[in-house]
């Protein structure tokens, strides 16, 4: 579901501005022009995110701000001022605004700040649903009981403890995140902020400017002075997620940031001291990438005194059923469906796949087995056809019972299972043909050689 916004705003002109911008940018967007207004679309609906000027004509930012207190979750929080009302902002920062930035907008950087307020929230919230229909088999959001993440689990205790930067290796989908969750809520600085950041998903020339700041005038449309990623994770913990995409000339100065404990803005001409615990993460091979003269090998050995592997599913076949079972639980949840569990013929599917994207992707298979599932389990004909081809060679079930009768060809084998993911379906053949991975051609074709 695309992300939605709430923006309160008096200025039309920027009013217009914004929503045009944020919805370019694929986000659900609504406009308020006052606090009354906001207090109705705030009472209507849940929103991700509420971006409001300080300065309304029936009041202020903060009244919205307080608005967004209450029983359920809230939205996180943008505040926008004028740059002579600085000191306001700050004020709303300690009253439980998320972040606020100065008129004149640079676009560039407040959607990246919408981003990653969007995200953080995300976040989250996914460790909380995480922690809360886990319990027991959590462990700061990261489920399972395999030796492999008994492993995991003593490592991040170990590492926490000490202050240096750390290095979390693990392929896509795998959970480096949670990991560098994990290790932040285990430390002494668990009081401060958690602050993570994408460096494959900012552009080049904005990610100096990004993690360390820039004052008044450093380049094209910097009006005012912002402050960096690197100052506002000030007492907490960074995380450079696919620092294995961060430009050269930018790693040089990362690391003088690691060695020095202070960071130069974009502009500045003097260095401000800042106290972060900087993680890094990569599914990337970084010696292979120091081999290669894309990573230097200078950061290379700071940052991997502390070096955690993040397992991959297929190394931890003790996990794949519980992992299952809980996004079952959440999936059913959130999509509001009854699904009480996964039949023994889906389990063998699900056993028999080697999820090359990891937890991520059985996650995902999951989300799409409960919005297609017409009965109380989770059976094979709700899972996509990738999943199920190695029943092809495994045979569980009453495909082995076929199989066993007579060993009938591949062909054969495949119209009685197209025929009976149509039976699933109630006759529903463009369903069917999204459950076989195929198109409806194809189905129609498998269903006439099959006479059906």
Known sequence: MKPEILVVEDDEALLTLLVDELETEGYRVE????????????????????????????????????????????????????????????????????????????????LLTVGRLIQQRRMRRELERMRGLVGESSYHGMVGSSRAMHRLADQVQLVARADGPVLIVGESGTGKELVAGAIHRESE??????????????????IESELFGHEAGAFT????????????????????????????????????????????????????????????????????????????????????????????LRDRDDDLELLATHFLRVHSTRLSRDIRGIDSTALDALRSYRFPGNVRELSNVMERAVAFSRGSEITVGDLPARVTQGLSERFPGEVLDEVASGWPPVEELQRRYARRVLEHTGGNKRRAAAILGVTRSTLYRWLSEAGG
Not at 31 to 60: F, I, K, M, Q, Y
Not at 189 to 206: D, H, K, M, T, Y
């Open 31 to 110: 406009a308020a022009r006052d606090v009354a207004a906001a207090r109705a679309a705030l009472a209507a609906h849940a929103w991700d995110l509420v971006v409001t000027d300080l300065r309304l004509p029936d009041g202020s930012g903060l009244d919205v701000l307080r608005l967004l207190e209450g029983p359920t979750e809230r939205p996180a929080c943008l505040m926008i001022t004028a740059f002579g009302s600085v000191r306001d902002a700050v004020a709303a920062l300690s009253e439980g605004a998320d972040d606020f930035l100065t008129k004149p907008l640079e676009m560039d950087h407040l």
């Open 189 to 206: 600085r668990a009081s401060g902020p958690f602050v993570a950041i994408n460096c494959a998903g900012i552009p080049g020339e904005l």
């Open 221 to 312: 449309g910097a009006r005012g002075r912002r402050k960096g990623i690197f100052q506002e994770a000030s007492g907490g913990t960074l995380l450079l997620d696919e620092i294995g995409e961060m430009p050269l000339e930018l790693q040089a100065k990362l690391l003088r940031v690691l060695q020095e404990g202070a960071v130069r803005p974009v502009g500045g001409s003097g260095e401000q001291p800042v106290d972060v615990r900087v993680l890094a993460a990569t599914h990337r091979d970084v010696s292979a990438l120091v081999r290669a003269g894309r990573f230097r090998e200078d950061l290379y050995y700071r940052l991997e005194t502390f070096m955690l592997e993040v397992p991959p």
